[in-house]
Antibody
Framework: QLQLQESGPGLVKPSETLSLTCTVS??????????WAWIRQPPGKGLEWIGS???????SYNPSLKRRVTIYVDTSKNQFSLKLSSVTAADTAIYYCARHASAVAGTGFDYWGQGTPVTVSS | DIVMTQSPDSLAVSLGERATINCKSS????????????LAWYQQKPGQPPNLLIY???TRESGVPDRFSGSGSGTDFTLTISSLQAEDVAVYYC?????????FGQGTKLDIK
């Protein structure tokens, strides 16, 4: 059974960089037709797609965050990671990692991590 | 961006009764190459990540009870719970995966009347 697990600091200071990692177990990030995504949910609010990465390193980002986001993959560790720079209180949210297929073969986000809360505060 | 708008924002339904949630996209999410609608529905319970219920607008994910069904095409979609159970209390989201940025509806909170 595929499992995804987020990890990283739960508290980040304003203007600093948020860094999170998603470890995938029960399956390989490499050599499959799936993409690996970051999605966030501010407290009491809805879901926002941050961006996705393919195992080859190809990325797609939400234009609303593109200037500040980097997603990268480490196939040797079966992990992918998120960096969000210049954070403000508006970036306080639960951050989820998830899997999805391409638009042609797509099924939506079919596996999710449990989520990790990140608070931006001094 | 494709804007997803759900209605209502919240609803309360009696146990055993039908619940219907609507989702409208600002442009068609029908993928011409395979004639499928790139529309998914999720259920999110408190303290949990969203759980995929429906994809291709009407295909149930494995393990999802058959009281959940999806319908619609193009820009208008519906999630129906045929006979509400207590465990169905949750927030429900629609999401388009037709084009990036992938976008979600604002959510519909479903309670027991």
């Amino acid at each position: 059974q595929l499992q995804l697990q987020e990890s990283g600091p739960g508290l980040v200071k304003p203007s600093e960089t948020l860094s999170l990692t998603c470890t995938v177990s029960g399956g390989s990030i490499s050599g499959s037709s799936y993409y690996w995504a970051w999605i966030r949910q501010p407290p009491g609010k809805g879901l926002e797609w941050i961006g996705s990465i393919y195992y080859s390193g190809s990325t797609s980002y939400n234009p609303s965050l593109k200037r500040r986001v980097t997603i990268y993959v480490d196939t040797s560790k079966n992990q992918f990671s998120l960096k969000l720079s210049s954070v403000t209180a508006a970036d306080t949210a639960i951050y989820y990692c998830a899997r999805h297929a391409s638009a042609v073969a797509g099924t939506g986000f079919d596996y999710w991590g449990q989520g990790t809360p990140v608070t931006v505060s001094s | 961006d494709i804007v997803m708008t759900q209605s209502p924002d919240s609803l309360a339904v009696s146990l055993g009764e039908r619940a219907t949630i609507n989702c409208k996209s600002s442009q068609s999410v029908l993928y011409s190459s395979n004639n499928k609608n790139n529309l998914a529905w999720y259920q999110q319970k408190p303290g949990q990540p969203p759980n995929l219920l429906i994809y291709w607008a009407s295909t149930r994910e494995s393990g999802v009870p058959d009281r959940f069904s999806g319908s619609g095409s193009g820009t208008d979609f519906t999630l129906t719970i045929s006979s509400l159970q207590a465990e169905d209390v949750a927030v429900y989201y629609c999401q388009q995966y037709y084009s990036t940025p992938y976008t979600f509806g604002q959510g519909t909170k479903l309670d027991i009347k």
